[in-house]
């Protein structure tokens, strides 16, 4: 069985600060990696995923992510924020074979002007 | 391309009525996948259909139930509605992978 912890519930920054959302999982076997962000009343919008390879994956929006195999972490990063990243953010996770995505609890990124 | 979509945007039901929610996928996805998102309980896994046939189901009572149709596009079912019903529905579809794309989701009101 898989599960995900997202460690902040809710982070609030000021606009153009730097901002580290935390994600750690648990799992038996590889996994997939992913972040989505979700609009208010919108469905989830893949921010970047992390299948194979670099363990440094950029996603869209200037948003990254690095892999941590030993630390089973999986934060998600962006060096300046805008008014507009204010959304939540969900971490997910896929063993492949079961292929469906397990999700964390989510995270209220809010950017303050 | 045009994304995933669902219908209706919006429903609202009694309790103890049968609510049924559609998903278009993506063209040339294969698979469809139900999530519930429902207050204070997150985001959940229902149903996964691929190729016409369910291939895994969510710790959900089999009062939730669907189906794929031959063109991949897939209904829920949701029979005899609790209170406790009330939420987001999202549907995802995907192409031979693991990477989802989602819809918009409806949302439904048990009343």
């Known amino acids: 069985a898989q599960s995900v912890t997202q460690l902040d519930s809710q982070v609030p920054v000021f606009e153009e600060a730097p901002v580290e959302l935390r994600c750690n999982y648990s799992s038996s076997v590889s996994v997939y990696l992913f972040w989505y962000v979700q609009y208010p009343n919108q469905g989830l919008q893949l921010l970047l995923k992390?299948?194979?390879?670099?363990?440094l994956v950029k996603g869209i929006n200037g948003f990254e992510a690095e892999f941590n195999k030993s630390q089973t972490s999986f934060h998600l990063r962006k060096p300046s924020v805008h008014i507009s990243d204010t959304a939540e953010y969900f971490c997910a996770v896929s063993d492949g074979s079961a292929r469906q995505l397990t999700f964390g609890s989510g995270t209220q990124l809010t950017v303050l002007p | 391309e045009a994304g995933v979509t669902q219908s209706p945007t919006h429903l609202i039901k009694t309790r103890g009525q049968q609510a049924t929610l559609r998903c278009s996928p993506i063209s040339g996805h294969t698979s469809v996948y139900w999530y519930q998102q429902a207050l204070g309980l997150g985001l959940q896994f229902l149903l996964w259909?691929?190729?016409?046939?369910?291939?895994n189901r969510g710790n959900f009572p089999p009062r939730f139930s669907g189906r794929q149709f031959p063109n991949y596009s897939s209904e829920l079912n949701v029979n005899a509605l609790e209170l406790e019903d009330s939420a987001l529905y999202l549907c995802?579809?995907?192409?031979?992978?693991?990477?989802?794309?989602f819809g918009p989701g409806t949302r439904l009101t048990v009343l």
């Open positions: 992390y299948l194979s390879g670099s363990t």
């Open positions: 259909y691929d190729e016409g046939e369910e291939r």
């Open positions: 995802a579809s995907s192409p031979r992978g693991v990477e989802q794309f």
